[in-house]
């Protein structure tokens, strides 16, 4: 399986976007992008996926650079409410596969 | 949809009882997965089942643990017996397909606690 790479932690003020990188440098060309968000003492919530094209919907954005060895996360006006644990999984879609979350990046909004 | 549920939220437990853990997965999903979370370890897969088979159950950790799903509207984790090394808060979820369109669905957790 493609490997993650996300930085520790960030910060954001709260109202201003927050970009959340995650490089996978070795993606193949069959696994998709997920994004999951743990907040404290919650179960992960599926937040976004895509293959190569770039993604929109109420919760984020996320941009795969044309390559698709890196993405952005992407929250536009980020609330106290979004301070979790962000998680950056590589998977192929079919019968079978499974998700393996790595540490995630914990992104803090500051008021 | 009440999303995915499980019981009990919190078990306290001594060591050496038998500890099971339940979840109701959302009608129509297909696919069940149990997680354990650590703060050493983060999420680990422990099982996870396709149409109440399991599939593949090589981060079940030792003999001591196992897991059913006698129907698609149900499934238990079971330890037996319990360590103190046992706790942690697992989850359950479940999907339409795997990954699924729309990812995973977790449910609230159930932290044990094994003293």
């Known amino acids: 399986d493609a490997k993650t790479t996300q930085p520790t932690s960030m910060d954001c003020a709260e109202g201003r976007a927050a970009n959340l990188p995650c490089n996978h440098s070795?993606?193949?060309?069959?696994?998709?992008v997920y994004w999951y968000r743990q907040i404290h003492s919650q179960g992960p919530q599926y937040i976004i996926h895509?293959?190569?094209n770039n993604e929109t919907n109420e919760m984020a954005s996320l941009i795969i650079t044309e390559d698709r060895k890196s993405s952005t996360l992407i929250l536009p006006h980020a609330t106290l409410r979004d301070t979790a644990v962000y998680y950056c999984?590589?998977?192929?879609?079919?019968?079978?596969?499974?998700?393996?979350f790595g540490k995630g990046t914990l992104l803090t909004v500051n008021p | 949809d009440a999303g995915v549920i499980q019981s009990p939220r919190h078990e306290v437990t001594e060591m050496g009882q038998e500890v099971t853990l339940r979840c109701k997965p959302i009608?129509?999903?297909?696919?069940l997965f149990w997680y354990r979370q650590t703060m050493m370890r983060g999420l680990e897969l422990l099982i996870y089942?396709?149409?109440?088979?399991?599939?593949?159950d090589s981060g079940m950790p030792e003999d001591r643990f196992s897991a059913k799903m006698p129907n698609a509207s149900f499934s238990t984790l079971k330890i037996q017996p319990s360590e103190p090394r046992d706790s942690a808060v697992y989850f359950c979820a479940s999907s339409l397909g795997t990954p699924g369109r729309r990812g995973y669905t977790f449910g609230s957790g159930t932290r044990l606690t094994v003293v």
């Open positions: 070795t993606i193949s060309g069959n696994e998709y």
């Open positions: 999984i590589v998977s192929p879609v079919g019968s079978n596969y499974k998700l393996t």
């Open positions: 895509g293959l190569k």
């Open positions: 009608s129509g999903h297909d696919y």
């Open positions: 089942f396709n149409n109440n088979v399991p599939i593949d």
